[in-house]
């Protein structure tokens, strides 16, 4: 079965120190992996996404996630926090990447938390 | 641009009340989907729909009904609320194909008593 985990329910990183948030996936075939961030009483937002190429992606807000096919991972990264970072994260993982009626399967979120 | 407008943010019901939840997109987006949040479950998808006049069941579909007369709107039915519905609902859009990424509407809480 298909699956997404997120194993940290919270990080906690100081203001300017680099930041990572875990992801790692279970899927057949290849996969099409994405970030979500959302801020309180939002919306989900879409961060990045890896769909082939570059292991190295890089997205909005300063972001990347690198794409390590041997670990099943996918994790998110950022070289220097931000208090406004503070969030909660989504990893998400595709479907039946051939077909266009897929679903996202979603990790449980982490909340990233941003100390001055 | 609007992306994808939700309606009402906030409503709280009784139990037994019926609703609908509104959820419109003017992206053009063949795709559209409604998931409910709730605390350490994440996003669970309800019901969703890749066209005009197709919809399909996701993982939590009971108690809910949806249709799709238009590209554009994509009404989610809560049929005889229970308390068990009390969440915040998010409708997201996509392209059908080229790995498009979801656009999320801003929620719904909802409540029921």
């Known amino acids: 079965a298909q699956s997404v985990a997120q194993p940290e329910d919270q990080v906690n990183v100081a203001e300017g120190n680099p930041l990572t948030v875990k992801c790692t996936y279970s899927v057949s075939g290849n996969p099409y992996l994405f970030w979500y961030v959302q801020y309180p009483n939002r919306g989900l937002q879409f961060l990045l996404k890896y769909i082939t190429g570059d292991n190295l992606v890089k997205g909005s807000y300063g972001f990347e996630a690198e794409f390590n096919k041997s670990q099943t991972s996918f994790h998110l990264k950022k070289p220097s926090a931000l208090v406004s970072d503070s969030a909660l994260y989504f990893c998400?993982?595709?479907?039946?990447?051939?077909?266009?009626?897929?679903?996202?399967?979603w990790g449980a979120g982490t909340k990233l938390i941003i100390k001055p | 641009n609007a992306g994808v407008t939700q309606t009402p943010k906030f409503q709280v019901l009784k139990t037994g009340q019926s609703m609908t939840l509104q959820c419109a997109q003017d992206m053009n987006h063949e795709y559209m989907s409604w998931y409910r949040q709730d605390p350490g479950m994440g996003l669970r998808l309800i019901h969703y729909s890749v066209g005009a006049g197709i919809t399909d069941q996701g993982e939590v579909p009971n108690g809910y009904n949806v249709s799709r007369s238009t590209t554009e709107d994509f009404p989610l039915r809560l049929l005889s609320a229970a308390p068990s519905q009390t969440s915040v609902y998010f409708c997201?859009?996509?392209?059908?194909?080229?790995?498009?990424?979801?656009?999320f509407g801003e929620g719904s809480r909802l409540t029921v008593l």
């Open positions: 998400a993982v595709r479907d039946m990447p051939m077909d266009s009626n897929y679903q996202l399967i």
């Open positions: 997201a859009s996509r392209r059908a194909s080229g790995g498009g990424e979801l656009f």
